[in-house]
């Protein structure tokens, strides 16, 4: 006899017990509880009933499948990229996932909710509050735990999470932003990692970001609360959002780094895109903090005689560039903006800031513009790696009919990438001669042995250059940043790869600066690959070249990755990764035991919700062995538990699909 039983797409997600008791004449019989047989049911993205289902559902193997990633870094001038680890279908992760609710301890009748289970990840993903999964660190100090720029996956986080209890050190917005991706498309909901460059951080609610400068126009850092990242990385998730009024589904920022409290908590989102776009800063929830992050206006503030501010100049087009995430289906870099804001400069995109200067602590500041230029400023930084000498020209340019002269005062600092700069380490000033309707370019030299005892992470300096006018009075101002770039670890598999058989890769670094790299690390990881998690080399001379083999064994058939980085005390942010297609393993003699196969399945395309069908080996189903074995982790991809419409096979535990009601007898799932 076949039994169907139909879980609800609007169900509460979480691991079920599942046993079966009948009744007949001669009796009442319950059958005992085997822990084979324990159901996950997740979010199903496929399901047109669920909250979380997404209409393009191609969209679907990249935003819930992918196992790896590109996350964005750097600044706008000069963008980064490097490969993530997002591991949502390894062993034990799910379970590290669902942990984290229980940790923060969130009702299971909110469970169902996509809105609050995303809300809750946010807040749990950081340590603060609760002892969240990763400790924040900006100090440059990472003596006590992992140096952010180091991690190059999110599996290891969240199993050392899951295994000790104890939050792990150390995250940076890019590693807040890869474990939210992993948990929540381990739960079911499409999500994607978002880099905004010139992110703003808005700390007084004003919606704008403001700089103050003293009556000679230097800065008074003092003031300066606010502050500009070079990047920043969030998430975006899918879902609908009844809480609001109609129009703002669709996409949905979370974002996990502890920038701000949000109703007391460190949290962020979800905040619907579309309510970002258009400045409605009232929506739930954050969303002042989400606009001042993407479309802030700059303000330059002078201090006058009598010791009050006046607006000196708006710098209008200074916040929300490139806003990038990975393209569907290809290693792309996809520019998202047009999402997050109407087109720099439109009468849509000033009536979206003024609307939400409005909700602002200083809405008066668009009253009144009387700011006028006839002197434009622009700046660019020649490519450079670390150990190598900077070059940056100031470009000036007169609009005006007659000639001018322009007092210039420059200041170049190391930065951290949130924005927070040291004192200046070198500074100029220059007097510019400027011909009517002409151009004057002013160069500045930065050698290695200037900015060599001041580096910090990511290599990231500011200049920031201040000046006046002699014959107008126009002040100008503006902050440009830059980084130093980075070698790139060479990565070279030195034999076949076949699921089960151990293999090797070779990693090939040279050192580009002229002093030694103590206490060399190399961290590996591969969703599929069951890889060594550090490697320690110890000292790499100036200029050496350093090669090392390392063994590996995949665990799964198909195409996988290989990330690794380097990290020294003397330089980080050093990547490499290696694809390689992975051949199962050589069939098993009758009667052995089936291996592990976690191979991705094919989806369905024709049926009713493109619900992802099965075909991995028993070992990958329901039935599959007790708790620890090494096919219990449950499988979103193929094994049958996602909750809405049955799959194209009938399996029995999607949300929606028979084998496990919505409640088991306590009311809540186990």
């Not at 995109?349 to 409005?358: D, G, M, P």
Request: glycine share 8%; with cysteine; net charge positive.
């Amino acid at each position: 006899m076949l039994l169907r039983v139909t879980s609800s797409p609007t169900c509460v997600i979480g691991k079920y017990k599942f046993s079966v008791k009948t009744r007949s004449k001669a009796g009442e019989y319950q059958a005992p509880f085997d822990p084979r047989y324990e159901t996950y049911v997740l979010f199903n993205p496929w399901c047109s009933d669920d909250p979380v289902y997404m209409p393009q559902t191609g969209t679907l193997d990249e935003y819930v499948l992918n196992e790896t990633g590109r996350i964005y870094y750097g600044t706008e001038s000069q963008i980064g990229e490097r490969t993530w680890n997002y591991g949502q279908f390894d062993k034990g992760v799910l379970d590290a996932c669902l942990y984290m609710l229980d940790r923060r301890g969130m009702p299971h009748t909110s469970r169902g909710d996509p809105i609050m289970v995303s809300r809750v990840v946010s807040a749990m993903v950081n340590s603060l509050d609760d002892n969240g999964v990763l400790v924040g660190n900006w100090t440059g100090d990472y003596s006590r735990g992992t140096n952010p720029s180091a991690w190059v996956g999110s599996r290891d986080i969240l199993l050392q999470y899951h295994q000790t209890g104890y939050p792990v050190m150390y995250g940076q917005c890019w590693v807040f932003a890869g474990v939210v991706t992993s948990v929540l498309r381990c739960l079911g909901i499409a999500t994607r990692t978002v880099t905004n460059y010139n992110s703003a951080h808005d700390t007084d609610v004003s919606l704008t970001m403001d700089i103050y400068f003293d009556e000679n126009m230097k800065p008074l850092e003092n003031l300066n609360a606010d502050s500009v990242w070079n990047f920043h990385v969030w998430n975006d998730c899918w879902m609908t959002r009844p809480d609001l009024p109609s129009g703002f589904d669709g996409w949905q920022v979370v974002d996990a780094t502890p920038q701000e409290s949000s109703s007391g908590i460190f949290c962020c989102g979800p905040c619907s895109v579309e309510a970002i776009k258009n400045g409605l800063v009232y929506m739930k929830y954050d969303a002042s903090f989400c606009f001042a992050e993407v479309n802030s206006d700059k303000v330059y503030w002078q201090r006058q005689s009598d010791g009050s501010f006046k607006i000196v100049y708006v710098e209008e087009k200074a916040i929300g560039h490139l806003i990038s995430t990975k393209a569907v289906g290809s290693h792309k870099r996809e520019d998202v903006t047009s999402l997050y804001k109407h087109p720099e400069g439109s009468e849509e995109e000033r009536k979206a800031v003024e609307t939400a200067a409005k909700h602002g602590t200083k809405a008066h500041i668009y009253k009144n513009k009387d700011w006028r230029e006839d002197i434009s400023m622009t700046v660019d930084a020649q490519d450079a790696y670390t150990g190598q000498d900077i070059t940056l020209r100031v470009h000036l340019k007169n609009k005006s009919s007659m000639p001018r002269e322009v007092s210039l005062n420059l200041f170049v600092a190391v930065m951290y990438y949130t924005g927070v700069t040291s004192s200046p380490f070198k500074k100029e000033q220059r007097q510019v001669q400027i011909p009517a309707n002409g151009t004057q370019s002013v160069p500045m030299l930065i050698t290695y042995a200037e900015y060599k005892p001041n580096l910090v992470d990511q290599g990231a300096m500011k200049l920031s250059i201040s000046g006046k006018v002699t014959e107008t009075g126009q002040v100008l101002a503006k902050e440009h940043t830059f980084r130093l770039r980075t070698p790139d670890l060479t990565l070279t598999l030195l034999g076949p790869a076949v699921v089960g058989q151990e293999t090797q890769v070779q990693i090939v670094f040279k050192n580009p600066l002229p002093v030694t790299l103590t206490g060399a690390v190399f961290h590996m990881e591969g969703s599929g690959l069951s890889t060594p998690n550090t490697m320690t080399v110890g000292d790499i001379g100036p200029h050496q070249t350093v090669k090392m083999r390392q063994t590996f064994t995949p665990l799964r058939p198909g195409r996988r990755q290989l990330v690794a980085s380097m990290d020294s005390p003397q330089l980080s942010q050093v990547h490499g990764v290696l694809t390689m297609d992975v051949a199962p393993g050589p069939a098993r003699p009758p009667g052995g035991s089936p291996a592990p196969n976690r191979a991705s399945p094919a989806l369905s395309r024709d049926s009713p919700g493109r619900q992802p069908t099965n075909r991995g080996s028993p070992a990958n189903t329901r039935a599959s062995p007790a708790r620890g074995s090494p096919a219990r982790q449950p499988d979103p991809r193929g094994s049958p538990n996602m909750r809405g419409s049955p799959n194209a096979r009938g399996s029995p535990n999607a949300r929606g699909s028979p084998v496990v009601g919505r409640r088991d007898r306590t009311g809540r799932p186990v």
